[in-house]
């Protein structure tokens, strides 16, 4: 997500001067000299003209054979808003990426969903792989707790404390170097089968609700780790979920989908400096 913004925010900022400024030629005056709509023009050009005008096409494309409702925008804003811990997360989050504006996020977000919709159309996924999907990874799922440290003594030492009837929120506040989690108790909230890496994984579903791990070691450093609670879910729940995730692993490339559409569209680009943006072999900015 944080490439998405981080781009956004570069176009967002430049379509906005450009918006505000389509008034005379003359959109500045001073005593020092003025400034012109043509040298206003050419100074965005230099500053990402073409990065803009390759997202406004792409994004042109995509609406003329996609559609994306405002309730589906509504219900992605809330995916990130869980995602980063509730509102003012998801503000900090916008904010770090110089995303103050809630009309832009929103706008950012229908960029995402047009590039999902177009990247999945036409990708059918079979009853018998959303079953096989759910038996492997969502009939199950665990809400977990841990404390992340970097060495294999020190979390010898949280886990003997733990093991003594120490408060485990307490000591992950104390001990953890993982940021997203060490001042929430060390929650990660329910983990499905794959999520995480393979040792931690592992231990995490050998576990019994209220154990505590001996010290598991991952290319992060040594985690201890505790199991809160356990919850079975049903394929109906959880049908339509996977059913998406699956379409995504299958999905194919924006850079194809937005070639093909550039393609059937027959674009002409007038300004000269910027005509051959299209064709240039940069990265998709829908990526």
Known sequence: MKKW??????????????ACNSGADTIVQSKSGDITKEEF???????????VLKQMVETMLLEKEFNVTDKEIDTKVNDYKEQFGG??????????NGIGDEKAFRKLVERELLAQKATTDGVD????????????K??????????????????KEVKERSDKG????????????????????????????????????SAVFSLEVNKVSDPVETQYGYHII???????????????????????AKANSIHTVISNLQKE??????????????????????E
Request: charged residues 40%.
């Open 226 to 248: 505790k199991v809160t609670d356990k919850k079975a879910n049903t394929f109906e729940d959880k049908k339509d979920v996977i059913k998406e995730e699956l379409k995504f």
């Open 138 to 155: 969502y009939k199950e799922e665990i809400k977990a707790s841990h404390i992340l440290v970097t060495d294999e003594k020190t979390a």
């Open 41 to 51: 023009y050419n100074e965005l050009k230099a500053q990402g003209g073409d990065k």
């Open 87 to 96: 509102e003012e997360g998801l503000q900090q989050a916008l904010v770090e």
């Open 265 to 286: 569209a027959d674009i002409t680009i007038k300004d000269k400096e910027l005509e051959d943006v299209l064709e240039t072999p940069q990265q998709s900015e829908m």
């Open 166 to 201: 120490e408060d485990f929120a307490e000591l992950a506040s104390e001990y953890s170097i993982d940021p997203s989690s060490k001042d929430n108790g060390g929650d990660l909230g329910y983990i499905r089968k794959g999520m995480m890496v393979p040792e931690f994984d």
């Open 125 to 136: 996924v079979s009853e018998e792989e959303i079953k096989k999907e759910f038996e492997d």
């Open 5 to 18: 913004l981080v781009n956004f925010g570069m176009v967002a900022g430049l379509l906005s001067l450009a």
